[in-house]
C-alpha cells in the first residue's frame, strides 16, 4: 500500500482514520474496532491547546474543532496531514499505548516507517509546534462552558461488515 498517495486522497476525517488504523496495524500489529469520533470545542491556552483526547477504556475519541477549523482556514494543505497524526496518536492510546511520551514515539516510527523521513507527518510527529505555532491564540485562555459532542457519521466504518 502506498500511504502517502492514500492519505494524499482521503477526502475526510474518515477516510484519513482508516489510514490510521491501517499503519497501526501494519506497524505495531494491534487494531481496535468499534470507535467514534467527537468534534468538540475544547478551549484553549496560550502555552498550547489540546488537539485531541481518548478517555481510557472507552470508544470515543474527542478532537477539538477549533485547531481543526483554523488549519482549514489558514494552511489548507495541512489539514491531512494534522488530522492524521492527531487521529493517530489517539488510536494508539486506544490500543494500548496509554504512556503520553511512548505514545509519541510510536506515533513517530509509524509516520517514518510508511510515510517517509520527509513526510510532513513524519515532521509534525517530530516536532509539532513548528508547523503549527499559530493554533495557539496568545494571551487568550478560555474554556468553553459546555463540552458539546459533535459525533461524525460513519466513522470506524471499517470494522462494520454487516447491516443492522
Not at 506515533?107 to 509534525?124: F, M, N, S
Not at 459532542?149 to 470494522?159: A, I, K, Q
Request: proline share 6%; charged share 20%; aromatic share 10%.
Amino acid at each position: 500500500m502506498d500511504f502517502p498517495r492514500e492519505l494524499d486522497h482521503a477526502k475526510d476525517l474518515v477516510a484519513i482514520f482508516e489510514l490510521v488504523k491501517r499503519a497501526t496495524q501494519a506497524i505495531t500489529g494491534r487494531s481496535r474496532a468499534g470507535l467514534m469520533l467527537a468534534l468538540a470545542d475544547l478551549g484553549n491556552h496560550p502555552h498550547g491547546f489540546l488537539g485531541a483526547f481518548y478517555p481510557l477504556a472507552s470508544n470515543v475519541i474527542v478532537m477539538n474543532k477549533v485547531p481543526l477549523l483554523r488549519i482549514q482556514e489558514t494552511n489548507p494543505e495541512l489539514y491531512r496531514h494534522y488530522a492524521f497524526y492527531v487521529l493517530l496518536h489517539e488510536y494508539l492510546h486506544s490500543v494500548g499505548i496509554v504512556d503520553e511520551a511512548r505514545c509519541r514515539e510510536e506515533a513517530h516510527r509509524i509516520a517514518e516507517t510508511l510515510l517517509g523521513p520527509d513526510h510532513l507527518v513524519t515532521q509534525i510527529s517530530a516536532d509539532f509546534t513548528k508547523f503549527f505555532p499559530n493554533l495557539v491564540f496568545p494571551d487568550v485562555a478560555w474554556q468553553p462552558s459546555g463540552l458539546t459532542l459533535e459525533f461524525v457519521p460513519n466513522f470506524d466504518r471499517g470494522s462494520v461488515s454487516y447491516i443492522a
